[in-house]
């Protein structure tokens, strides 16, 4: 499993470089123009703690991590390493900006932590711990990760064409375009229990219409020609 430290304040690992004092406030600046306040909280009825954007996917990571250790482990390092693979896609250049509530914020050069021999997590895609935001620097595209939730939001039309799509394959869906089953447009055609396994969840459109993850493919499809055409 890849390692990860700590930020006592010593030099950060390869690829992780400090924000500083003005660069964190214009960070969270902009957190808040694209996401609103964040919300902290322990329990559901503050959940979710931003305003999730159009398009995005919000998925499940709720996993008892004592029963099988390993399996959990397996699923953290695969969650950043296909992070890293979709924003390494898309980030030109290879950077983005990530965020950790209430602590030092980075910017990440992302071909040189794929890179490197010996590569170290300063902060983790995967929540672990503190509300984490992995996100392009015009805010346009990321991840934003709840750790009382146990979610991972996926947002931004190419990271939902890509990224969402394959994280699932494997993992339930909470809500879409910040909205859960019961409600939302694009899972209309047979709506499953919150929560479902993603194999199950996918089946129920395969055999009612339209397929959710083509529909994904679809918005991050339109996404990416809006934004090459604009």
């Known amino acids: 499993m890849t390692p990860r430290t700590v930020d006592h304040c010593d030099p950060p690992p390869p690829g992780w470089t400090y924000l500083d004092r003005e660069q964190v406030d214009e960070a969270w600046s902009r957190f808040r123009a694209a996401f609103g306040a964040l919300r902290p909280g322990l329990h559901a009825d503050a959940w979710p703690a931003i305003t999730e954007p159009a398009p995005s996917v919000t998925f499940d990571l709720r996993f008892d991590a004592t029963a099988v250790p390993a399996i959990w482990a397996a699923r953290m390092e695969a969650i950043n390493a296909e992070t890293v693979r979709c ?26 932590h794929a890179s490197a021999p010996h590569a170290v997590w300063r902060v983790p895609v995967y929540p672990d711990g503190d509300y984490y935001t992995f996100v392009l620097p015009d805010f346009s595209e990321g991840t934003f990760g709840h750790p009382w939730e146990q979610s991972l939001c996926v947002f931004g039309p190419r ?50 219409g339209p397929h959710f993850a083509h529909r994904m493919r679809q918005r991050g499809d339109a996404g990416c020609s809006d934004a090459s055409g604009a």
């Open 159 to 208: 990271l939902v064409g890509t990224l969402a799509v394959t994280l699932s394959t494997w993992l339930p869906v909470l809500r879409v375009d910040g909205r859960t089953q019961q409600d939302n447009p694009l899972l209309v055609d047979d709506p499953p229990p919150v929560r479902r396994p993603a194999r199950r969840f996918f089946e129920g459109f395969t055999e009612a």
């Open 87 to 112: 924003l390494l896609g898309i980030a030109d250049p290879s950077e983005v900006v990530v965020l950790d509530w209430q602590h030092p914020g980075y910017r990440l050069d992302l071909s040189e």
